[in-house]
């Protein structure tokens, strides 16, 4: 299977967004890289340098600067009433508005990626592996010929109605629930699909391609390799997801091989009882009052804290002697050393955690956040709080998190259970399958 004994492929990674979303396709990229394939990222320059110590080449869109501007200007949860802050109509709005701003980045980037692709690809020998929203890749997949894997890094991205925590109804089997899931997602791909078809089309008949009517809800799923980058404990597989779609795990990265651990983690890790870890993401800039909740927190329970923002601007200005400030951690390198962490729900915060066995307590703020948190909750793992009850009275849940036993065996039995995998392994061997496509393709 490994290219040492076959002829070294061309794979073009592509994924836009923050950390959390680069970090899973660096972990594939790297285990392909050692198996002597040539590996490109396509994505932010913010990741160039990252990409080039792994010893991957590199093609950046855009700016490091505009990505982390666009970032500080992300939805700001609010500790009001409602779900995670906001009542529903409000959270519904609110997401409506986020797929308008973000539909214009995806459909921004469409003609430059396929030109891109088109100008490094190597007829015959080049696989694409990309995320869902990467609607240039999909692109140049079908009129390039080129076997394209796509990577789906949440379950949420698999609309089902069999299964769907973060949808705002109750869990159930039942017909009734089906159907009103079947409508939810109807509803909401039925506005995906008006925002990105008539952009996307125009630029398929531009390049002689028949026009598509369901981009977001059916056609950004690759026909040949669908990548789901978490476990079937997490997410079991339903009858309604796509055919190809294969689970691999969670491929854990954290930039810990790339970063030295800062000094100020180790003196305050040994200077007194493991802390809890508080992060709302590597870029959320609008989240000062999740961490002013959270000191509240530590005091109250008289435990320490390490508080993890890249945004100095979130975190109160002064703190007291056992909680620490810090603007990124390696989080593998401080999760086997705390009692618990409180999170937005990212999914690959939670898998780093799954992986330390670290108990969660998760304050979902948008977007799949609100699904991983239920998942979360259900395999046992941990607790999931709205953002209005945290700010509120978050040393309650906090503490019946670190006092539970069942969650402590569920979290210690999950981490045993992902040590024996390896996400990124099994992620490249299935992309090495798409080998043969390319012959009969060629």
């Known amino acids: ?83 995670s802050g906001f009542p529903l109509r409000q959270r519904i709005i609110r997401g409506l508005d986020r797929w308008r701003r973000r539909s214009r980045g995806m459909l921004g980037t469409m003609r430059w990626l396929y030109a891109e692709i088109e100008k490094i690809h190597v007829p015959g020998e080049t696989i694409l592996v990309a995320r869902g929203n990467a609607f240039g890749a999909r692109i140049a997949s079908e009129k390039l010929r080129i076997p394209l894997a796509t990577v789906h890094l949440q379950p949420s991205m698999f609309h089902s109605e069999y299964d769907a925590p973060g949808l705002p109804i109750s869990q159930g089997a039942g017909l009734l629930r089906r159907l009103t899931r079947r409508g939810l997602w109807f509803a909401s791909d039925q506005y995906g699909d008006w925002l990105l078809a008539a952009e996307m089309n125009r630029f398929r008949a531009e390049i002689g391609l028949s026009p598509v009517r369901h981009p977001f809800s059916k ?42 651990i800062p000094k100020e983690l180790e003196s305050f890790m040994r200077s007194g009882q493991p802390p809890v870890i508080f992060t709302a993401g590597s870029f959320h800039r609008n989240s000062g009052q999740f961490f002013e909740a959270s000191v509240k927190a530590c005091l109250k ?13 979130c975190i109160p200005e002064k703190l007291p002697a056992t909680v620490l400030h810090l603007s990124f951690v390696p989080l593998s390198a401080a999760l086997p050393q705390s009692q618990a962490i409180v999170h937005h729900g990212g999914i690959g915060t939670a898998g780093l955690a799954f992986a330390a066995g670290t108990p969660q307590l998760v304050v979902p703020f948008a977007d799949d956040q609100h699904e991983n948190a239920a998942r979360i909750e259900r395999a046992g793992a941990g607790i999931q709080i709205p953002l209005a009850e945290f700010c509120t009275d978050a040393a309650t849940r906090l503490q019946e998190l670190m006092r539970s036993q069942p969650i402590a065996e569920v979290c210690r039995s999950l981490a045993v259970r992902i040590s024996t995998q390896n996400a990124a392994n099994e992620a490249a061997d299935l992309i090495e399958q798409l080998r043969p496509i390319i012959r009969e393709k060629a």
Not at 3 to 10: D, E, F, V
Not at 301 to 313: A, D, N, P, T, V
């Open 1 to 83: 299977m490994h290219a040492g004994r076959r002829r070294a492929l061309t794979i073009l990674l592509v994924s836009f967004g923050g950390p959390g979303d680069i970090y899973p396709m660096l972990a594939v990229g790297q285990t392909l890289r050692k198996r002597s394939h040539r590996v490109i990222l396509i994505s932010n320059p913010l990741f160039e340098e990252l990409a080039r110590r792994l010893d991957l080449e590199f093609v950046g869109f855009g700016s490091a600067q505009h990505l982390v501007d666009s970032m500080a200007g992300a939805a700001r949860p609010s500790c009001g009433n409602g779900i």
């Open 219 to 260: 056609w950004l799923h690759s026909p040949y390799l669908i990548l789901g980058m978490f476990p079937d404990w997490f997410a079991p597989p339903q009858p309604d997801w796509p055919h190809s779609t294969r689970l691999v795990g969670f491929p854990l990265f954290d930039e810990r091989v790339t970063r030295e």
């Open 301 to 313: 329970l008289g435990i320490r804290g390490l508080l993890l923002s890249g945004s100095r601007g």
